[in-house]
């Protein structure tokens, strides 16, 4: 795969409707649930807040783009370029690690069939045909429940696992 001009950050287990959560959306579960230390809530406030005046978001620009009936699995992905946006991801990151949810980042030049672009970036619906194609699983979360040298095809779609 040449080189990734996409990145998404999501979990590692399928939600209820069967897709992948994004980060922000795992660590506002969190906040939802009451499991967030004051510390973790303020950063995440702070850091939603900023996220929010930083970058359009594509819900409010287009209502469908994350309905599940129009865009089945639809997932946003930053823009490499987004090196200001992606800058924050590490500490969502460290709060769900302190919290045992398992997330990985993938990068990929082509995730999937554009629903949604703008300046920071896209959202995607997976291309069910490639299963296992040009997406690229690059940093893990540790986990005691998975050994650290397999992982799952990236759309998880398949099932098949093959070796890092």
Request: glycine share 8%; hydrophobic share 30%.
């Amino acid at each position: 795969m040449g080189d990734a001009l996409y990145v998404r950050f999501q979990g590692t287990r399928r939600n209820q409707r069967g897709d992948f959560p994004g980060v922000f959306v795992l660590v506002n579960g969190l906040a939802r649930d009451g499991k967030l230390t004051d510390g973790q809530e303020r950063f995440r406030r702070a850091n939603n807040d900023w996220y929010d005046a930083s970058y359009p978001n594509p819900a409010h620009v287009d209502p469908t783009v994350y309905d599940h009936t129009v865009n089945p699995g639809a997932a946003a992905w930053f823009k490499s370029s987004a090196r200001a946006l992606l800058d924050r991801v590490d500490g969502y990151l460290e709060i769900l690690a302190a919290h045992g949810v398992e997330c990985e980042r993938l990068r990929s030049a082509d995730p999937g069939k554009i629903v949604y672009e703008d300046e920071y970036q896209i959202v995607v619906i997976p291309h069910p045909s490639e299963a296992c194609g040009p997406v690229r699983h690059d940093v893990k979360v540790p986990s005691p429940t998975r050994p650290d040298n397999v992982r799952w095809c990236p759309a998880r779609r398949c099932g098949s696992r093959y070796p890092t």
